[in-house]
């Protein structure tokens, strides 16, 4: 018995580490990527501390959520819907994690014209085609996205693409990418999707929020995706881990 109580206290703390060090490699690669201390608060810390500030509020223990992870962040996600208007049986809501953050980052990055506003545009349509061309409405689930990984990994393709026209050399294509893939997937998939799930007959009232798979949701997941595979793309032509190892040493040497 004991020996057990030690086992499941040591594969939470590996996992917990494991966690923090994903965490902190990403938080590094957004730092290098252009993204702003706020915002990296926001794509990474903000979203464990609520993850784990969620888990008392559904009944999960730090055992529980090691044996089903992916099931214990949709019940924490729950946590953080808010509701906004009804329709009928249909309340739409949104997720404060996962709609919000992606938003306020990509807002942010507009306001501050750290991203060319007509290639975004025109980077928001064509994922907003492809992610509406993708998804489909299942009861149950929501809006679901087959095949996630196509648009925002178009999206960072198409970033790049960008960047080789003549003149667009200084694109960041790392925060254009991020931000196209984003709001693209929330039009395409959220919004042009919204009046099936209102015209569905729920029987009863049911929330429906937009972002409500928090760290799981395909619009917060989107960014994530988009900027792995930039980093892909551009790691070759840039030599982007030598320079993520020389950026590392300064630091550590600090």
């Not at 962040?73 to 997720?95: C, E, M």
């Not at 994690?97 to 349509?125: A, D, E, S, W």
């Not at 990984?149 to 178009?154: F, K």
């Amino acid at each position: 018995m004991f020996g057990q109580f030690i086992n499941n206290y040591a594969l939470i703390f590996v996992l917990v580490f494991f966690i923090l060090i994903l965490a902190g490699l990403l938080a590094f690669y957004l730092h290098v990527a252009g993204f702003t201390l706020i915002e990296v608060i926001l794509l990474v810390a903000f979203p464990l501390i609520a993850f784990f500030s969620a888990l008392p509020v559904v009944g999960s223990t730090i055992t529980e959520f090691t044996g089903d992870l992916s099931g214990t962040v949709l019940a924490t996600a729950k946590v953080f819907d808010v509701p906004l208007i009804r329709l009928g049986h249909t309340i739409i809501g949104v997720n404060a994690v996962g709609f919000f953050i992606p938003m306020l980052v990509t807002l942010n990055m507009l306001m501050q014209k750290r991203i060319p506003q007509m290639k975004f545009y025109i980077l928001v349509v064509i994922i907003a085609a492809v992610s509406y061309l993708y998804s489909f409405f299942q009861p149950g689930l929501g809006v679901v996205i087959y095949l996630f990984a196509i648009p925002p990994i178009l999206a960072a393709g198409i970033a790049f693409m960008f960047r080789k026209m003549k003149g667009s050399e200084n694109i960041n294509t790392a925060l254009l990418a991020y931000a196209g893939a984003t709001i693209g997937v929330l039009v395409g998939a959220d919004l042009l999707n919204i009046f099936k799930l209102v015209k569905y007959d729920w029987e009863r009232p049911t929330l429906v929020s937009v972002g409500g798979g928090s760290m799981l949701d395909a619009l917060f997941l989107a960014g994530m995706v988009a900027l792995f595979a930039d980093f892909l793309f551009r790691s070759q032509e840039e030599r982007i881990v030598g320079k993520l190892v020389k950026v590392f040493r300064e630091v550590w040497r600090r």
